[in-house]
């Protein structure tokens, strides 16, 4: 089986320490919840896998293992590599791009991720084919064809911006993808919707993709059970569970993981502390 694997993760944040030995093996074709309080490190995590410049792997592997056992060294890629290596990762609050139209965002990515080895201002994806598998896939999400046609996120309302993620996750066809608190901001409607979505692109001919859903709400998991559930409290994964955990922890709140890793409970509250508000906030 082809793997994600994170192995003893340290990642550090303007000289600050955030995830402090993080292990996690999401298998092609699996779903994994990821959950804990704010701060806890759970979107560090997604921007280590995908190479933000500003967060300092310190510490521990992250690698893509072939389905024939063949070990990629992820951390020796740079972003863009990454991406063409089949790593995706759904943003929490994505950029707006004015002056370039989806479409037209959309052929130049999916060309550089079919094509890893496409040199720059060699021919995209032939036009014809391109238009006819985005409308496909727009007609398969219930996406209005005009959609396509504006700015990358230049006006979108919240809902809309994460329909444009869910789009980009259809066409690029990854390996694994990260979905950094897809239901941020959206109300209970638009989180269905969302949820739906995924399911609908997972269950598709697109091919198998591992995915860790990033998550406060049990809401988006709706249509997506997890085969496994992580928690994560003061930048380590505390405990693991199938989707019973989920429930708990959209029930019942963190009291219980508190009381039961009051270590991680300690970090927890130096991560939120005033002093270090700014980068709690993109934990």
């Not at 993080?22 to 979107?43: C, F, Q, T």
């Amino acid at each position: 089986m082809e793997k994600l694997v994170i192995s003893g993760l340290h990642v550090a944040v303007g000289g600050l320490e955030i995830l402090k030995g993080v292990d996690i093996e999401i298998g092609r074709g699996e779903i994994h919840a990821l959950m804990g309080p704010n701060g806890s490190g759970k979107s560090t995590l997604g921007y280590a896998i995908m190479g933000h410049p500003s967060y300092e792997v310190t510490a521990g592997t992250i690698e893509l293992v072939d389905a024939d056992g063949t070990r990629h060294n992820v951390l020796e890629m740079e972003a863009d590599q990454r991406a063409r290596a089949g790593i995706f990762l759904a943003f929490q609050r994505p950029m707006s791009i004015p002056g370039v139209r989806l479409a037209d965002f959309l052929r130049h990515a999916v060309t550089n991720v079919r094509n890893p080895d496409r040199k720059e201002g060699h021919e995209l994806l032939p036009m014809r084919e391109f238009r006819s598998e985005l409308k496909a896939k727009m007609s398969e999400l219930e996406m209005d064809s005009d959609f396509a046609r504006r700015y990358v996120n230049d006006g979108f309302s919240g809902g809309e911006m994460k329909r444009a993620e869910i789009l980009q996750l259809a066409m690029l066809r990854p390996r694994f993808a990260v979905l950094d608190e897809t239901d941020s901001g959206l109300d209970a409607d638009a989180v269905r919707l969302a949820s739906q979505s995924i399911a609908k692109i997972g269950g598709s001919d697109m091919g198998v993709m591992g995915i860790l859903i990033i998550t406060h709400h049990e809401q988006l998991l709706e249509h997506n059970i997890p085969h496994r559930t992580h928690v994560m409290l003061g930048g380590r994964i505390v405990e693991s569970g199938g989707p019973e955990l989920a429930n708990e922890l959209h029930k019942r709140g963190y009291e219980r993981i508190r009381t039961a890793y009051p270590e991680a409970a300690a970090d927890e509250q130096a991560m939120t502390a005033p002093a270090h508000g700014s980068l709690a906030t993109a934990t």
